[in-house]
């Protein structure tokens, strides 16, 4: 069976200061890897995805992760935040098909 | 191209009464999943259909149906709502089952409310 564990319930950062969100994954099998971001009263929208190659992976807004095969993590950061930044993250895995597993969401909150 | 829409987006039922859902994919996505999303148990995995099959089934309650038709809509219906049944329920569009290029594409979501 497939978990994730987002160790971080709520975040609080100040702006253009860097953040982390952490994410660790229990698998007996190879999975993908997702970020996926959530505004109030939206849906989730795809941040960033490990498939396979390069351990590091970027999205178009700045962030990035890291896929550690051998701490099974893949946490989150961007070195420089905005208040727009100010959303719920969720880390999932995927083994095959559409079927995705979440974690509990981290709440990032940008001072101004 | 549009993206995956889920009707009604709110909801209002009284316990016990029964309700549909429906989502339409991206044109040409033939895979669609379902979830429930609450504060306290977070996303959860319902079910997710293929070419109007059924391939996984998450760990609900038989109350809990669903079904894909051959345009890809899908549907979900829960019977004998029950209070802990309010939740955003959310669908998520994807062009095939399985793969490397596996990225599943949400929907708004529906905010059931069980009074």
């Known amino acids: 069976a497939q978990s994730v564990t987002q160790l971080d319930s709520q975040v609080p950062v100040f702006e253009e200061a860097p953040v982390e969100l952490r994410c660790n994954y229990s698998?007996?099998?190879?999975?993908?890897l997702f970020w996926y971001v959530q505004y109030p009263n939206q849906g989730l929208q795809l941040l960033l995805k490990?498939?396979?190659?390069?351990?590091l992976v970027e999205s178009i807004n700045g962030f990035e992760a890291e896929f550690n095969k051998s701490q099974t993590s893949f946490h989150l950061r961007k070195p420089s935040v905005h208040i727009s930044d100010t959303a719920e993250y969720f880390c999932?895995?995927?083994?095959?098909?559409?079927?995705?597993?979440f974690g509990t969401g981290t709440s990032l909150t940008v001072i101004p | 191209k549009a993206g995956v829409t889920q009707t009604p987006r709110y909801l209002i039922k009284t316990r016990g009464q029964q309700v549909t859902l429906s989502c339409s994919p991206i044109s040409g996505h033939r895979s669609v999943s379902w979830y429930q999303q609450t504060p306290g148990q977070g996303l959860q995995f319902l079910f997710e259909y293929f070419s109007e099959t059924q391939r996984n089934k998450g760990n609900f309650p038989g109350r809990f149906s669903g079904r894909q038709f051959s345009n890809s809509r899908s549907e979900m219906n829960v019977s004998t709502l029950e209070l802990g049944d309010s939740a955003l329920y959310l669908c998520a569009s994807s062009l095939r089952a399985g793969g490397a290029n596996t990225e599943a594409f949400f929907g708004q979501g529906t905010r059931l409310t069980v009074v």
């Open positions: 999932a895995v995927s083994v095959s098909g559409n079927q995705f597993y």
């Open positions: 490990y498939l396979s190659g390069s351990t």
């Open positions: 698998s007996s099998v190879s999975v993908y």
